[in-house]
């Protein structure tokens, strides 16, 4: 299955002519919490003060979040619930990467899983770090066009999900209008929506 590439993976490699800031100095590190799910790391660094500061840094496995287009240009979207908040809204599928995958090998099975499509082309979007003040996490994201239909759910245990497909111009308009809480979802509709408008300024040259 074909994969258009639009940038690397680092979004720091694309901001302008300022110079990177030096790192910080690491004294010392120590694991604080670790679980199959995630981790919390203490860093002494060393501050341009010469005092030592803490940071205290969450660890999680990078994501990946699809948007996913039909033939017909509808979204595939999920009405998922969510434990932490107790809400249900709209997302796109999304979902951790898992170690022996590649990023694009993760979003193209979280869109089988999730929502029960398989890709007809998988085109890759800027990707982000969603709380990089806490986290060195990453989101990797595609737009995922020509989307059929490939069979049932495949859901974890604590997922609770409806699959619907909507109007892009539904979609859109809830975008701009700031509905959409779940920020992979918002970020990458942006994304999508702009990659998309794009090409058909091009086809249309």
């Known amino acids: 299955m074909p994969s258009e590439s639009n940038r690397g993976s680092d979004p720091s490699a694309a901001q302008g002519d300022l110079p990177q800031f ?7 590190t120590s694991r604080v919490y670790d679980s199959e799910w995630c981790a919390l790391d203490r860093d002494e660094i060393q501050l341009p003060n010469g005092k030592l500061g803490e940071y205290h840094i969450f660890r999680i ?4 979040a699809v948007v996913p287009v039909t033939k017909d240009g509808d979204v595939i979207m999920v009405w998922q619930h969510r434990h932490p908040h107790g809400k249900t809204h709209w997302e796109i599928p999304a979902g951790r990467c898992e170690p022996d995958e590649t990023p694009e090998e993760s979003a193209l ?23 990089n003040g806490i986290s060195d996490h990453m989101a990797h994201v595609y737009l995922a066009v020509d989307c ?8 974890d245990d604590g997922e609770r999900l409806i699959v619907a497909t909507r109007p892009v111009a539904e979609v ?12 992979f979802t918002a970020i990458a509709l942006f994304y999508a929506f702009s990659k998309l408008d794009s090409n058909l300024s091009a086809q249309s040259d």
């Open 109 to 131: 099975r979280e869109l089988e899983e999730e929502t029960g499509h398989r890709a007809g082309q998988l085109i890759k979007l800027p990707d982000f770090y969603p709380v």
């Open 148 to 155: 059929e239909p490939n069979g049932t759910l495949n859901l």
């Open 22 to 28: 030096p790192p910080y100095p690491v004294a010392s």
């Open 172 to 183: 859109r308009a809830e975008l701009t209008g700031g509905d959409f809480a779940d920020g």
């Open 61 to 64: 496995p990078n994501a990946v």
